[in-house]
């Protein structure tokens, strides 16, 4: 008999191994479609995570097995979130405990999982799929550059801390094959320990 009180899932944030090795291979001038259709879907995955977790807490609750909205009315954790169209049910507090500290709110973020989610069916080819990767993974770094608090979006998407998520991303755009001005990293560098200090951690 099925378990109509299932948890639901949630897509894990994309490997820092697997995003460097690709950007890797692509120096070099190798397009590994294995590779880059795996980190291509997981980037898809995960989006589509976010933006569901980042609904639910503002009320709008999807049922993951038939995708009906279910509205949701305050923060009672005994609130049961009940389907009109098929048997799914469960209490707010067990949706609320399934993402907990995963990472998986959005915060004000959201119209960049958006766009990536939008952009996906229009990527066909592998160099289609490189340059919207790309753009998310800048995503994640202009924020740092520009001075805002883009936490979300970096860590919402690439697995491991802040520190190690920064560390990837620094070496994508700063690394030994990266044309970046000496004066765009020191630019990088001093919003970088701005952004840490805000977060409470170490400046490098």
Avoid at 60 to 70: A, L, Y
């Amino acid at each position: 008999m099925k378990n109509h009180k299932c948890l639901p899932k949630w897509s894990p944030r994309v490997r820092r191994d697997k995003i460097k090795h690709m950007y890797q291979l692509d120096a070099q001038g190798i397009l590994d479609e294995e590779l880059i259709n795996q980190v291509a879907y997981a980037f898809y995955a995960r989006c589509k995570s976010v933006l569901t977790v980042t609904k639910a807490s503002r009320g709008r609750v999807e049922c993951p097995e038939c995708g009906n909205i279910i509205p949701r009315r305050g923060h009672d954790k005994e609130q049961l979130l009940k389907c009109d169209n098929c048997p799914w049910h469960i209490t707010w507090g067990e949706y609320f405990k399934s993402y907990h500290r995963k990472q998986l709110h959005g915060g004000g973020a959201v119209d960049v999982f958006e766009d990536y989610i939008k952009r996906f069916p229009a990527a066909k080819t592998l160099q289609d799929k490189m340059i919207l990767m790309d753009w998310i993974i800048h995503e994640c770094h202009k924020g740092l550059i520009e001075g805002e608090c883009n936490r979300p979006v970096a860590v919402n998407l690439i697995s491991g801390n802040m520190t190690q998520v920064i560390e990837l991303l620094e070496e994508l755009a700063y690394g030994s094959d990266s044309i970046s001005s000496e004066e765009l990293h020191n630019t990088w560098c001093v919003r970088l320990n701005e952004a840490m200090r805000r977060w409470g951690m170490r400046s490098k």
